[in-house]
């Protein structure tokens, strides 16, 4: 844990000059392929120190790169929301996207907690079975592995940095 807060907290000082240097879209794309080749080893070999390590420090970066661009997008999202329909919906997106994190933390919490109850997990034992070992390691690695496939297929459709520069090259043009 201690390795994966150092990796977020240099990620979060280097994350505004990557993106000004290869582009919002490039520096998502960038985020989610470090966490999926960081997840990799680990998925493979969970008990492994180099693969743990590796997994914390693909995560310190993902999440710092992922939580940042996020907010951006969503500033972002209002500006184009605004300049397209006249309206601001700061307040309202934002409730939306609280509630949206809300719901899917409490989703994420709720299943995994069914999951490890199904295969047996109890905090009693000093050993948890190998189905409770399995369980843990999926819900470590295989899961998070293929919810950062689909985060990458998802970036690599997003268009915000398009609309935004769009829009800013309109209002641009206007004052000229």
């Known amino acids: 844990m201690a390795l994966n807060l150092a990796v977020a907290i240099i990620t979060s000082l ?20 470090m966490y999926i080749v960081g ?10 120190m180099g693969a743990i390590y590796i ?16 907010n951006t997008n969503r500033n972002n999202l ?10 601001r919906l700061d ?23 069914l999951w490890l109850s199904n295969s047996g997990f109890n905090a009693e034992l000093a050993q948890q079975s190998e189905s409770v070992k399995n369980t843990i390691n999926a819900l470590l690695g295989w899961v998070p592995l293929i919810l950062g496939v ?16 769009e829009m800013l090259a309109e209002k641009n043009a206007a004052k000229s």
Request: no cysteine; net charge positive.
């Open 55 to 70: 997994n914390a420090v693909s995560v310190g970066i993902a999440a710092t790169v992922t939580f940042i661009m996020f």
């Open 78 to 87: 209002v500006d184009i929301i605004e300049w397209r329909e006249g309206s």
């Open 91 to 113: 307040s309202m997106v934002s409730t939306v996207d609280n509630l949206a994190s809300k719901l899917a933390t409490a989703a994420a919490t709720w299943l995994m907690a």
């Open 150 to 165: 689909v985060m990458l297929l998802i970036v690599m459709k997003l268009e915000v940095e398009r609309d935004y520069n």
């Open 14 to 33: 280097v994350v505004a000059p990557i993106d000004k240097k290869i582009g919002r879209k490039n520096t998502m794309i960038l985020g989610a392929i």
């Open 39 to 48: 997840k990799i080893w680990f998925t493979i070999n969970p008990y492994s």
